[in-house]
Nanobody
Framework: QVQLVDSGGGLVQAGGSLRLSCAASGSIYSISSMGWYRQAPGRQRELVATIDTRGSAAYVDSVKGRFTISRDYAKNTVYLQMNSLKPEDTAVYYC???????????????WGQGTQVTVSS
């Protein structure tokens, strides 16, 4: 069984910073990618940032230059450093991992429970 536990959300003023963390635990054979999605009220869940096994990162245009994703491969943990936060960044942020639990199993998607980020103007 695999668990993703994400944390670090909160209430912050515009221009402030937050750091999200997500640790994957359980029966994990390999993790191909980890990342963060977010979902604001009334909107679809969107990809915010992702990082692969080589450390190559990708970001949605709206966060480029403000957010930085990083990964601790030994701890199966991914971080999202969010700077210069804006009210439009307000959403529930979900950790995501695409991983395999055994040598022969296919990789599949796993999700954290979500952490609320609220940016006040």
């Amino acid at each position: 069984q695999v668990q993703l536990v994400d944390s670090g959300g909160g209430l912050v003023q515009a221009g402030g910073s937050l750091r999200l963390s997500c640790a994957a635990s359980g029966s994990i054979y390999s993790i191909s990618s980890m990342g963060w999605y977010r979902q604001a009220p009334g909107r679809q869940r969107e990809l915010v940032a992702t990082i692969d096994t080589r450390g190559s990162a990708a970001y949605v245009d709206s966060v480029k230059g403000r957010f930085t994703i990083s990964r601790d491969y030994a701890k199966n943990t991914v971080y999202l450093q969010m700077n210069s936060l804006k009210p439009e960044d307000t959403a529930v942020y979900y950790c995501h991992a695409n991983l395999a639990t055994t040598f022969i199993s296919r990789s599949r998607d796993y999700w954290g429970q979500g952490t609320q980020v609220t940016v006040s103007s």
